[in-house]
């Protein structure tokens, strides 16, 4: 069965230090990847996405997260970070070939950045 | 471009009573998903619609849930005899092309069932 697991369920850091927020899944083959954010009581808004190709892929706000296929990992990560990006994290995968279409979302990574 | 409207944002029902959601998708997305957000259980996929049919529903509840597309500017999700344990935030999604996981959010709208 197809999962993603976010270990960290807070990170705190200061303003202006560099960032990594660590995503696993579980999927057969090679899936779709994500990430979405979640600001407070809004919905939430697409980060940045792998479908396949180079691992690095780049997304908006200066984020971007690698993909290994090798360690089944698809990790955010943002070189200095700003206290307007305190939010909610969410990792999810698509398991679309498959055939389905829907997103399964790891729990979450609140992010916390102290000026 | 106006994004996904969830109505309402906020709702609160007593245990027993009937709930309704509406989600109006961004116009011209095919396909609209459903998912509830608790603290506990994180982010559940509940159901989605593609050209208004429905496609997958096995994330709902067996009983007193149900969801309707009965156009495609608009699907509801209706929760019956609500229970406190249905208090989450019910979040709604449309894309243009779901197959490759883009979605677009909605608010949300909050249900409290006392």
């Known amino acids: 069965a197809q999962s993603v697991t976010q270990p960290d369920a807070r990170v705190t850091v200061s303003e202006g230090a560099s960032l990594q927020l660590r995503c696993k899944y579980s999927y057969s083959a090679t899936p779709y990847l994500f990430w979405y954010v979640q600001y407070p009581r809004q919905g939430l808004q697409l980060l940045l996405k792998y479908y396949s190709g180079d691992p690095v892929v780049q997304g908006v706000n200066s984020f971007e997260a690698e993909f290994s296929k090798s360690n089944s990992s698809f990790h955010l990560q943002k070189a200095s970070v700003h206290w307007s990006d305190s939010a909610v994290y969410f990792c999810a995968l698509s398991p679309a070939s498959s055939g389905s279409w829907q997103l399964i979302f790891g729990s979450g990574t609140q992010l916390t950045v102290m000026p | 471009n106006a994004g996904v409207i969830q109505t309402p944002r906020h709702k609160v029902t007593g245990k027993g009573q009937e709930a309704t959601l509406w989600c109006e998708p961004i116009?011209?997305?095919?396909?609209v998903f459903w998912y509830r957000q608790t603290i506990v259980q994180g982010l559940e996929f509940l159901t989605y619609?593609?050209?208004?049919?429905?496609?997958?529903d096995s994330g709902m509840p067996k009983e007193r849930f149900s969801a309707q597309m009965p156009n495609q500017s608009h699907s509801t999700l209706k929760i019956q005899s609500t229970q406190p344990q249905d208090s989450a935030v019910y979040l709604c999604a449309s894309s243009n092309r779901a197959n490759t996981g883009q979605l677009y959010f909605g608010e949300g709208s909050k249900l409290t069932v006392l």
């Open positions: 116009s011209g997305h095919s396909a």
């Open positions: 619609f593609r050209n208004q049919a429905p496609i997958d």
